[in-house]
């Protein structure tokens, strides 16, 4: 069967926003854990998750748990344009499915709230059908749900995941949909170990990958 729906994670994936993501765990986890310091190595294996998830495994206090949340959504509101940019190719991957037909989501475990500036930023939110946040399921990535939500609205199972992490390409196995991992992962090396079904080096990549395989479909 032909593709004909792409669903993208979007921090680390669509926008490179990893070293915002970095400096704002950083900046965080200073405020509320002043007397540990924390490893780059360590900071980039809290990339991911939700940050309930993140935050709940340094202490076991909810209420902790959720001032570290709102101070982290606040430092990276503030420092978000500093950092990040789309990664080469985005849009004009995005414009030929768009102007093709495809059904386009964004499946992500920010909030919509906390995703929708960076859309508007670099006026990218014209070519989504959909966008599924963490307030839409109740079981994030690598959990199908987001996923499966995706298909139903489409009703369409012809579909690819594509993304940095791990969760993400779960999500997708885990659905029974087709995966794209990305070479500039900075999970590079576990990605691989999912065995997606694709792999692209860059999103200039992406579109004669998905051409070649519905001519052959």
């Known amino acids: 069967m032909k593709i004909d729906t792409i669903l993208f994670d979007l921090d680390g994936t669509l926008v490179d926003s990893n070293e915002l993501i970095l ?10 854990f002043p007397q540990i310091t924390f490893s780059r190595s360590e900071l980039i294996d809290m990339v991911g998750p939700p940050l309930y998830e993140t935050f709940g495994k340094l202490t ?22 500093d950092y990040i940019h789309l990664y080469p190719g985005v849009i004009d991957a995005l414009r030929y499915f768009h102007e093709h037909h495809f059904h386009i989501a964004i499946i992500t475990t920010k909030f919509k709230e906390s995703a929708a500036p960076c859309l508007a930023y670099y006026n990218i939110n014209q070519y989504f059908d959909l966008i599924i946040g963490l307030e839409d399921v109740a079981s994030p990535k690598p959990n199908p749900e987001a996923v499966l939500k995706a298909l139903n609205f489409f009703h369409s199972h012809n579909a690819v995941m594509i993304g ?5 390409l779960l999500a ?3 659905a029974g949909i087709l995966t794209c991992g990305v070479n500039w992962s900075y999970k590079r090396d576990l990605l691989i170990k999912t065995n997606p079904d694709f792999w692209i080096k860059d999103f200039y990549e ?6 070649k395989y519905n001519q052959e479909a």
Do not use: C, W
Request: aromatic content about 10%; overall charge negative.
């Open 172 to 174: 997708g196995k885990n």
């Open 164 to 168: 940095d992490n791990i969760s993400d």
């Open 60 to 81: 076991n206090d909810l209420t902790l748990v959720n001032t570290m949340i709102n101070n982290y959504r606040h430092v990276y509101r503030q420092i978000e344009f």
């Open 206 to 211: 992406l579109v004669p990958m998905i051409q």
């Open 23 to 32: 400096e704002t765990f950083r900046l965080t986890l200073a405020t509320y």
